[in-house]
C-alpha cells in the first residue's frame, strides 16, 4: 500500500478512553489525511495536514485532534473515545510534487478498524 | 453533505459483462477521481478527470464527465471476477482542491 502503514489495524476501547493512532509514510509525500469510513456514509475526511506541524479540519474533526511532528508521521487523537467513534480509519496521502496542479491523487493505507464500547 | 454519490449501490453482473456507474456531484470541481476498494484493504486509484476534460480511458476503463449535468460514468468493459470491488468517485473543490469529498459507493459483483 504504497508505503504507508497504519497501526495498530485493529482497536477494541472503551468509552471515555483515549486514543491515538498512527499513520506512518515511507514517500516523503507532503500532504497527509485521516479519514474515517462508515457504511452509508463513503469516507469521510477529518483532517489533514500540508506539512510538518501544518493542520487543518475536515468534514467531521469533532472529537478528534491531529499532530505531525514529522514528515513521515500523522498522528490521529481521539480525547475521550465515545461509540459513535467506531469506524474504520484510513490514512492516505498525496503530494510528490511531481503531478500537475489539481492533479493529485492520494494512496491509502490498509486502514485501522476502531471499536468504542 | 456529501459531495458526490454514486448510483447504482449495488451492482451484480456476469463476467465479460459491462458494468456501468455513475457520479452525481454539487458543487463546482476542478477534477474527478474514481478509486476502487477492494474488501478489507485501501482505496485505490483508478483514474482522473479534469473539468475541461470530456472522457478518459485507461485499459478497460472509461470515464465520462459531464461538468453542466454534475455527472460522471465509469464504465468497466469486459468485467472479470476480479473486478469486484466497491467503486467510489471522490471530486475536489474548485478552490479546496485539498479536501476531496467521496461518495458512498457502487458495489460491484462480477459473477464467474
Known amino acids: 500500500d504504497a508505503g504507508i502503514t497504519q497501526s495498530p489495524r485493529h482497536k477494541v476501547t472503551e468509552t471515555g478512553t483515549p486514543v491515538t493512532l498512527r499513520c506512518h509514510q515511507t514517500?516523503?509525500?507532503?500532504?497527509m489525511y485521516w479519514y474515517r469510513q462508515d457504511p452509508g456514509h463513503g469516507l469521510r475526511l477529518i483532517h489533514y495536514s500540508y506539512g510538518v506541524k501544518d493542520t487543518d479540519k475536515g468534514e467531521v474533526s469533532d472529537g478528534y485532534s491531529v499532530s505531525r511532528s514529522k514528515t513521515e508521521d500523522f498522528l490521529l487523537t481521539l480525547e475521550s473515545a465515545t461509540s459513535s467513534q467506531t469506524s474504520v480509519y484510513f490514512c492516505?496521502?498525496?503530494?510528490?510534487?511531481?503531478?500537475?496542479?489539481?492533479?493529485?491523487?492520494?494512496?491509502f493505507g490498509s486502514g485501522t478498524q476502531l471499536s468504542v464500547l | 453533505s456529501q459531495q458526490g454519490e454514486e448510483d447504482p449501490q449495488a451492482l451484480s453482473i456476469q463476467e465479460g459483462e459491462n458494468a456501468t456507474m455513475n457520479c452525481s456531484y454539487k458543487t463546482s470541481i476542478n477534477n474527478l477521481q474514481w478509486y476502487r476498494q477492494n474488501s478489507g484493504r485501501g482505496l485505490v486509484h483508478l483514474i482522473l478527470?479534469?473539468?475541461?476534460?470530456r472522457e478518459k480511458h485507461s485499459g478497460r476503463l472509461r470515464v465520462t464527465l459531464d461538468t453542466s449535468k454534475k455527472s460522471s460514468s465509469l464504465l468497466i468493459t469486459a468485467s472479470r471476477a476480479a473486478d469486484t470491488a466497491s467503486y467510489f468517485c471522490a471530486t475536489d473543490r474548485a478552490g479546496s482542491a485539498r479536501q476531496l469529498t467521496f461518495g458512498s459507493g457502487t458495489q460491484l459483483t462480477v459473477l464467474p
Open positions: 478527470i479534469r473539468s475541461n476534460e
Open positions: 514517500e516523503n509525500h507532503r500532504y
Open positions: 492516505a496521502i498525496s503530494g510528490t510534487g511531481r503531478e500537475e496542479p489539481g492533479g493529485e491523487k492520494l494512496f
